[in-house]
Each structure stands twice: as C-alpha cells, then as structure tokens.
C-alpha cells in the first residue's frame, strides 16, 4: 500500500491505518529502535507507542513523508527511553559509542538548549550533509541518526570496517572545520 493511501486510512480513523504502517514500516522502526536501545522488550515498546502517537498526530498533521515521520517519532521515543534507563544505569550499544563519537565534533546540549540555537545547528549541518557525495552522507546518517553499527555501514557500502571507521572519523574531522568556521564554538 502506498503512503498517502495509509495516510487516507488515518485520516479515515481507520484502525487499518496501524496494521498497513506495521507491515510496511515495522522492520525499519524496529531497526532503528534496536540500534539505540539493544533490548527487545524496550523496541517493542518503542514500536507500539510509535505506533499510537502516529495514530494521535494524524489528524492533525499531515507529513510529506510517512517513513521520515515514523523515523523521526521511533527515534525519539527511543532516545527518551535510553535517556531514562541510563539515568539509572548506563549501559552499552550504539548510543554510547555514536555520542562519544561527535562529542569532539558538536556542541553540547548546554549550548545549543534553546530552540534558535537548535534550529541553527540542523540548517548547518543539513547544509554540509548536502555537500557530500551520497554514500558518504549515507554512511554518516545511518551512523549518526539511525545509530548503525559499523558492521550494517561497512556491509551496505561494500568495504571494510576499518575503512568505514576512517571515513566517518574524516567526516567528523570535515564536519568541525564547518562548524567552526560557521561561527559555532566547540
């Protein structure tokens, strides 16, 4: 089914709606959650809460992309689950290492808290995005956004690890020279 035709069963409020999304989009939310959170009971509940926030926010919104929503909502839900259990307990996976990562390269949270400067830093960085070749801009979004392993990067660009490793530590290195030449101090 397309998405606007699965946006139409929201609109319509019908229940449909969920099991059309679930079967299109379930495996990419799920990924997305496994990749931040390592638990299935936590992606599960990351999946179904997902789920009925699409269910409460359409109607109103209407999203241009029914998969970059759902990314969106599954990522933060999960962020926000991975923020609460760390504050009781940190643990591994790929959040940590993906943070540990850019800590070098963007601002800390303290600086950028208010919504301008939040605004500012995406259009910078959506900008240096749009200067890359794709598969570079592939490889540090599925990293940075979707929280990949090096192992998922490595396999869909066709190279090593190790060469996976050094592109995104030149595209973290490439990505400070920006900023800080944008007037972002690090």
Not at 156 to 175: F, W
């Amino acid at each position: 089914m397309e998405d606007h035709e699965i946006i139409r069963l929201y609109f319509a409020r019908d229940e449909a709606a969920i099991r059309e999304t679930d079967r299109k989009y379930g495996g990419f939310c799920a990924n997305i959650s496994w990749n931040i959170l390592q638990n299935t009971l936590d992606v599960e509940e990351c999946v179904n809460d997902t789920y009925l926030h699409i269910w409460n926010s359409i109607p109103p919104v209407k999203p241009l992309s029914l998969m970059a929503y759902l990314g969106k909502v599954i990522r933060n839900l999960s962020l926000n689950l991975r923020k609460a259990k760390c504050a009781q307990k940190r643990g591994g996976g790929q959040y940590d290492l993906v943070y540990d990562e850019l800590s070098q390269v963007v601002p800390s949270s303290e600086s950028v808290e208010d919504s301008y400067g939040e605004i500012v830093l995406r259009d910078l960085l959506n900008r240096w995005l749009a200067t890359l070749p794709e598969e570079h801009r592939l490889a540090f979004v599925g990293r940075y956004w979707f929280f990949d392993s090096i192992r998922d990067i490595s396999a869909r660009m066709g190279c090593s690890e190790g060469k996976t490793k050094m592109l995104l530590l030149r595209l973290r290195r490439r990505l400070k020279v920006y900023l800080e030449g944008e007037g972002i101090s690090l």
